[in-house]
């Protein structure tokens, strides 16, 4: 049953991603300009706006949608500090799609391709040496958010060691892009953002240090 099915969502997904790629391509809308543009469409929505909001962060790795548009929308929508709760859910919810995308489409793929590869071999055995702390510093250093979840996925990191390092490796992240988006209105909050950017990168350097010389 599931190899008769595979090929099917396989080709539904590549023809909705297509699709959805299409759509942003020929709009003419350059990419700076999504953020304000999802907080217009998405605001009309009155009290279901957070959970609508949620739900397209959490479809949104299935088309490709660049996450960090998405968030930094979050801050003009809700403000940095209701974001900040709201992206909380939204990316871990995000992150778990993109992890189990990557282990359904991804894993028989990725384990051909590390048979012949020895140096992708290499970085899956450096992977799985530590899952967690790998997890949480790739997070800190704001490794493109999808992409980190689908490798994950494929080379079967174990969730609990990804989920765990995802939910403490965006705090710095998210709440960068909240204050961000947040800055539309308050200018001073891109000096708050530019100094969770800064922290995310440093901690990420100081656990790396400590964790070399363990």
Do not use: C
């Amino acid at each position: 049953m599931k190899n008769y099915l595979k090929p099917i969502i396989l080709f539904l997904w590549g023809t909705l991603i297509v699709f959805s790629l299409y759509l942003i391509l020929s709009s003419g809308i350059p990419l700076s300009a999504y953020p304000k543009l999802i907080a217009d469409a998405v605001g009309r929505y009155g009290v279901a706006v957070p959970i609508l909001f949620i739900l397209l962060y959490a479809i949104r790795p299935l088309i490709f949608f660049p996450a960090t548009l998405l968030s930094v929308s979050a801050g003009f929508l809700f403000g940095p500090w209701k974001a900040i709760a709201i992206l909380m859910i939204a990316e871990n919810l995000s992150s778990f799609v993109s992890y189990q995308a990557g282990k359904y489409v991804g894993k028989d793929m990725l384990q051909k391709m590390d048979d012949k590869n020895i140096w992708l071999h290499k970085f899956e055995s450096y992977f799985h040496h530590n899952e967690f702390l790998t997890i949480l510093l790739l997070r800190l250093i704001f490794v493109p958010f999808d992409l980190l979840g689908y490798f994950a996925g494929a080379s079967n990191i174990s969730y609990k060691a990804f989920a765990l390092g995802t939910i403490i490796g965006i705090i710095p992240g998210l709440i960068t892009v909240a204050f961000l988006g947040g800055s539309a209105t308050h200018p001073l909050y891109l000096i708050i953002s530019l100094i969770f950017f800064i922290f995310g990168i440093f901690l990420s350097k100081v656990i790396k240090n400590r964790y070399s010389k363990v």
